[in-house]
């Protein structure tokens, strides 16, 4: 790979096909992979990630609106659709799509019904979500018999899964809690399938689920940050390669005096003679204001370079006072080795953030 010239998020696809393998082999045969492409496949870029994980024959897909699921077809991807979080007015266009929503609360049931009709559908896939602790989208047990009554009502939809999502999946201290969650989702899909009449399929794991709740894998899992190289932990995170690269460049070189300041507000004053690099990457880039004033940092011929000041809307400035680097030179913001999650922690925050707030103004380069 030639060295970046400009700000490029370089997306390895065959981390991608490692990170997509890795998580296969920790579930049974049969069951299904759900790839989470919601967010621009975080950050990455959906379409081409979608298609990718099509030809490796992956089952599904999960976007969290009806527009990234439209672009997705847009783009050719033929795999079924989940939309986490669809809104009813655009269930003509999930339709037209051949989208599945998700369909979580009787209103939602209720408006995705007169619509399918109205559009004279038979059996239309449709996913039903419980709420198992997360508390945030999703039915509750004691709703299965009013649900399955308006079920019953109409032959416009049809289940084709049932689904809940964990809360603390990553974190074993909340072992207890995640295993309640296990415990009643059990409990939901054994009360509400012999009232349906047949059996749709089961899912409940995302990315952490898969590792950490084996016994929990139903029929199908959910993995977003897994495909896109994090494992949520130190243990994990040795089998997953990260496939989103940042890099830059270095713009500009200013030898700071003592007593001089860099950047808005004077935020960052000098008490010494020191070198610093202007890097042509900032808020509006991503590269949140949280990571200034010494916080995050970036990696120029080896060497961790701390961001200096307030991060700019299209630049930061960095230390580079001991660093041998000249303008032109090649920064990585974020690779395989120094990693969008250690990134985060220096934010405060966690790679997920970090990643799928990296702007559409990037340019996404592939490496296949
Ligand atoms: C985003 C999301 C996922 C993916 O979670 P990861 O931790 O990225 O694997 C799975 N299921 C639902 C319902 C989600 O919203």
């Known amino acids: 790979m030639p ?26 045969n049969g069951t299904k992979i759900l790839g989470v492409v919601k967010a621009f496949a975080y950050g990455n870029d959906a379409n081409e990630i979608a ?16 527009q990234e699921g439209i672009s997705l077809r847009n783009a050719g991807v033929s795999k079924p659709i989940l939309v986490l979080h669809p809104q009813a007015v655009n269930f003509k266009l999930l339709i037209k799509y051949c989208l599945e929503p998700n369909i979580y609360n009787a209103k939602i049931l209720n408006d995705f019904i007169k619509i399918a009709e109205d559009e004279n559908q038979e059996n239309y896939p449709v996913h039903i ?21 308006k079920l019953k009502q109409t032959s416009s939809i049809k289940v084709t899964s049932i689904f809940s999502h964990l809360a603390a999946s990553e974190d074993l201290n909340e072992k207890d809690f995640t295993l309640n969650q296990i415990q009643s989702f059990k409990n939901i899909s054994e009360n509400i399938i012999p009232k349906l009449g047949y059996k749709p399929l089961l899912h409940l794991c995302n990315t952490s689920g898969i590792l950490n709740y084996p016994e929990a894998h139903f029929d199908m899992v959910r993995t977003g940050i897994g495909l896109y190289g994090f494992g949520n932990s130190e243990k994990e995170n040795k089998h997953f390669k990260p496939i ?110 970090l990643i799928t707030g990296i702007s559409q103004r990037v340019k996404r380069v592939y490496l296949k």
């Open 51 to 66: 298609c990718y994980l099509q030809d490796l024959n992956i089952d599904y897909f999960a976007v969290a609106y009806v």
């Open 129 to 149: 979500k419980f709420n198992t602790g997360l508390n945030r989208l999703g039915f509750n047990e004691n709703d299965i018999d009013d649900l399955v009554s």
């Open 244 to 353: 989103g690269i940042l890099k830059t460049i270095i713009s500009q070189i200013h030898i700071i005096e003592k007593g001089s300041s860099v950047g808005y507000n004077r935020a960052f004053k000098s008490d010494k003679q020191i070198k610093t690099a202007t890097l042509p990457i900032g808020h509006a880039d991503g590269i949140g204001r949280q990571y200034g004033n010494g916080k995050g940092f970036v990696i120029i011929n080896g060497q961790k370079a701390p961001i200096i000041g307030n991060v700019c809307m299209d630049m930061v400035m960095v230390n580079i006072t001991n660093i041998d680097c000249k303008e032109g030179d090649e920064v990585i913001v974020f690779d395989q080795k120094n990693t969008a999650e250690q990134l985060a922690e220096t934010a405060s925050t966690i790679s997920y953030e």
């Open 3 to 28: 060295k970046a010239q400009e700000t490029i998020l370089e997306i390895d696809l065959k981390a991608l096909k490692h990170n997509f393998e890795y998580l296969k082999s920790k579930t049974k």
